[in-house]
């Protein structure tokens, strides 16, 4: 197996820990749907939250998940001049026999925007 490296963005309603939480278990569930992934060939994750988010670590939902085996990492972005706001990243490391090119990242809500050459619809 090689491991793999799967991105995903969406923006979150506000600053409170329901909706981080809520977004960060979308995002997460949308990422491995779209990769046919079982949470057991996931690595690790890291995740980034813009500055105005600091309400709660976006890891709590994956262990909230069952990612229990899973290393966690949580940061903030950079905080950029004109940057999306209220948007969460994560970087999944997974091990995978797929080639590069098979792996679909996730970009849901408003982080859309970031990727407009990927279609980000979860089928």
Known sequence: MLTRGVRGATTIEANSPESILDATRELLAAMLKANDLDVEYVASAFFTVTPDLNAEFPAIAARNMGWNTVALLCGHEMNKPGALPMTLRVLLH??????????????????????????????
Request: aromatic letters at 4%; hydrophobic letters at 35%.
């Open 94 to 123: 997974v091990n995978t026999e797929k080639a590069a090119r098979e792996i679909k990242h996730v970009y849901l809500r408003g982080a859309r925007v970031l990727r407009p050459d990927i279609d980000t619809e979860i089928r």
